[in-house]
C-alpha cells in the first residue's frame, strides 16, 4: 500500500503543476496538492524513503 500512496502523490504533484502553469482549475488544483502533500508526509512518519 505504500507504493500505491507514492504513486498517487507523485500523480497529484504532477496534476497540480499542470494546472498551476496551464489551466485555471481554482481550488481542486491545490486540494490535490494538499493531498499529495500529506500523502508524503504520512510515508515520511512510516519511516519509509519518499525517493
Do not use: E, P, T
Not at 504532477?14 to 481542486?28: D, R
Request: without cysteine; glycine residues 12%; positive net charge.
Amino acid at each position: 500500500m505504500g507504493n500505491l500512496l507514492y504513486f498517487i502523490a507523485v500523480i497529484l504533484i504532477i496534476a497540480w503543476a499542470i494546472g498551476f502553469v496551464g489551466y485555471s482549475a481554482g481550488g481542486l488544483i491545490h486540494l490535490l496538492l494538499v493531498i499529495a502533500v500529506v500523502a508524503i508526509i504520512i510515508r515520511l512518519l512510516q519511516g519509509r524513503k519518499v525517493f
